[in-house]
């Protein structure tokens, strides 16, 4: 099982970032997906998750609410997370996840790892 993060970058604040993460190795169908990151010196949180395609329910942290954007296409085994209006505090190390189909947000709920994607946003 590989999963690997891209579309990071740096950016000003108020600008947009498009995160994307290909998995290989299995099949994504039924799996929880998600996006966590790390900012220096901080622990690794989770920004955003989804379930299955059977459970349309979708988990944002509350400082991103309404600016991001989490999304899946079980077809290419890829999801994304669509950042809108970024602002300094979102600067961190971003990294996609998986775990089991009833897994919550939370980092020890997630079986798979893919490397880490730098998000850099300039005031």
């Known amino acids: 099982v590989q999963l690997q993060a891209s579309g990071g970058g740096l950016v000003q604040a108020g600008g947009s970032l498009r995160l994307s993460c290909k998995a290989s190795?299995?099949?994504?169908?039924?799996?929880?997906i998600g996006w966590f990151r790390q900012a220096p010196g901080k622990e690794r949180e989770g920004v955003s998750c989804?379930?299955?395609?059977?459970?349309?329910?979708?988990y944002y942290l509350a400082s991103v609410k309404g600016r991001f954007t989490i999304s899946r296409d079980n077809a290419e085994n890829s999801w994304y997370l669509q950042m809108n209006n970024l602002n300094p505090e979102d600067t961190a190390v971003y990294y996609c996840?998986?775990?089991?189909?009833?897994?919550?947000?939370?980092?020890?709920?997630?079986?798979?790892w893919g490397e880490g994607t730098l998000v850099t946003v300039s005031s």
């Open positions: 190795g299995f099949s994504l169908d039924f799996w929880t």
């Open positions: 989804m379930r299955s395609t059977t459970d349309s329910e979708r």
């Open positions: 996840a998986t775990g089991p189909p009833l897994a919550s947000c939370g980092v020890n709920q997630m079986n798979f």
